[in-house]
DNA sequence: ATACATACCTTACATCGTATGGTACTTTCT
DNA sequence: AGAAAGTACCATACGATGTAAGGTATGTAT
């Protein structure tokens, strides 16, 4: 049933691929704090050593993991009209950072060759649209900010197993003299976090509605200015 | 020399209050990675077990340590002009965080009376000038995902022992094919990034202007269609 | 004098990343 | 054919980690 003679499915062999997608796995599910060597060997149907042999170390597997996380993202063609490319890039960093939050606080550390791919071209996007270097810098900068930023606030909300806000919201209101020391958290809370419908995530929208007409307008200033 | 008979300059007590600030000291200095009961209670004189007396847990100590954070950044008065409130206090949360980078990832995950009585002074002077409550948080999450986020990125930025990040650029630029595989990141570190007198913490200045400007325009817009 | 609280310590356990040094099996070379 | 080298795995061990369990000294209160 395993393994006879010729080979036949007995385990597929460990690869740095694998491992890396075996640890993405494993830190979505159960969060990065809890991603071991060992249980990833486990996982993998291997002992913890011999993920050495395919991986330098756990290092090496994070920078991996988060080149992987880097790929899920969409990448805005260089000719592309800057400010839905640069809209649509965002959207798409945050719902994979949404789905794999360890990422967050990640991603602006590790600077691999996949990242630097990813930087040259939303700068030449910008640079293609008339941006000079300096405000392609400035609207990287606020725009990554905001978007790590707020993948950062999303993910440390207290959500419930469902994913709702409300219950904990409510549990956080109940508190002893909650109301009394806190009541514009209060007021917010009942007025607009539990009313039906509301969700944190569609605060993004917002932001970036305002960062880009934002950077729209200091564009169209800087080209004005410089005619 | 060091304890006699009456009580000379033994040691002083552990309390929690000196736990936690020296956990904040030991976090900054070599990073909250290396930030152990057994380092925190050698700093403190004493064994890691004692620290159990004062302490619930080593989350405990990082409860507390958020709160000195927190109690570091700026609140503004109540009653304070919005705008210029607003930009205070983002200014002083990214010295701050900035001298603490480690918090940057924690202060969103760790909700306690400080956080809490925080939220509700910024809050309290929107609601006073006049924001809906809508508004407010629309406000609150644009804002505070571009400190947050940008803090990640600044401290995150491969400095060197100095503080300068020309060193380091020009190692990345000087690596074999860099400027041929991606040009465009290439021609920012040279023509920007290497030039004297730049500073990536420059870069929030522009930032948080595009976003105090898009709120006021926003809260404008919403108080005339009130009208 | 007895009792209790306070502030510390020792030991021990499970878990972590990984250094060191194996063991099999497969491929390549002569 | 036999020898050598390479590939993929494993067992053991070390020094770290947080903290549970159970001491041991000093108080201070009765």
Redesign the interface.
Known sequence: MTSTTTTTTAREPVTRARAIQAAVALADADGIESLSMRKLARDLGVEAMSLYYHVKSKDDILDGMIESVIDEMALPAADAEWKSALGERAESARRVLGRHPWA??MV??R?T?TT??H??TV??CL?HAGFS??M???AM??L???????A??E??L?LDESGDIGATTED?LAQQGMTA?????A??GV??ILQPGYA?GN?FA??LR??L???EA?FTAEARSRA
């Not at 990554?144 to 707020?150: A, E, K, P, Q, T």
């Not at 020391?181 to 958290?185: G, I, Q, R, S």
């Open positions: 967050i606080s602006d550390q600077t060759p630097m791919r930087l040259d700068i030449g640079r270097i300096a392609a810098a400035h900068s606020l990554d900010s905001y978007v790590h930023g707020f950062l606030q993910a440390s207290p956080i020391a806190f009541p514009h958290l007021e917010m007025e607009l944190y605060e917002f932001g305002v960062i007409d934002g950077l200091a």
